[in-house]
């Protein structure tokens, strides 16, 4: 598959299957499935108890359901986060942490409302204007097809009907568990060709800076963005979804964006697209 085709005129295939599509969850929803979804693998590594802290964060205090707090557990020592286990993301930490890298870009794995997620700083505001060459990242907005090669709809579509799935502000979160048997990617998790840094363009699978699920070694482009598709485990109905592109590996498709906002320097997740994710169970 071609990975830069033009994009075609808007028509029923596009935008109108990806409104059909769109769907919402209330809150009791969400909860459900935000502990169901976490609850699999969060759960065997912190223990009942510790992930049920994680599911009302900010206890009372500050931050509230929105905030989005660093999840370095047992990797205290390695992650350049680690010494902000649960402390809340502030976009001025994932800069100056870009500031040492090649690509300027940086990650971090996270936990929103009890759900693991990613949240990656990649430099589009100064890269954007610039020649498209390797190691200058910027968001690219793409094509997406579903797990059978049938087109799905454009990114830009999907902007035009509602601006806040573009990343805001540099920084772009996604829901972080892995379509392919719902395992939870993270950013340099592990050390190899695929999490390194560098970056290249195209959402190919050439380049570092993905997300890497250990599981069964899929990669996802958190710069490269697409529409796609995924089926809600529960009951089995098809959702259309604003992702990053998986890369390489075995899963399915790629993972689905939580849109965020920063305010006064602190990442918050915007809890309008739970339909999202609802892959696993
Ligand atoms: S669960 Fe992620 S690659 Fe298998």
Redo the contacts with the bound molecule.
Sequence with gaps: MAEHKLRPAPGSESKDSISANFKTLNRRQFLTYGFGAAAGVLAASVGALGFASLLMPGGGGSGGDTEVKYWAKGREDTAWYGAMHLQGMKKSDFVAEAEKSATGMSGAQGVWNGLPVNVTFVPHSANAGTPLVSNKPRFQLLEGYDATGKYIGHFEDMVDMDARIMPSDDIIMVFSR??????I?GWQLVDNSSTEDSWASGGGDGGGSKLF??????RFDPTALEANTNRNRSNGSTFTYAGIRRTG???PVGLPIIPVAINADAIEGIPDYLDWLTYCD
């Excluded at 892995?178 to 395992?183: A, D, K, N």
């Excluded at 699920?213 to 899929?218: A, D, G, P, Q």
């Design positions: 892995c379509p392919h048997l719902c395992c990617p699920c250990i599981c069964h070694s899929s590996g075995p899963a």
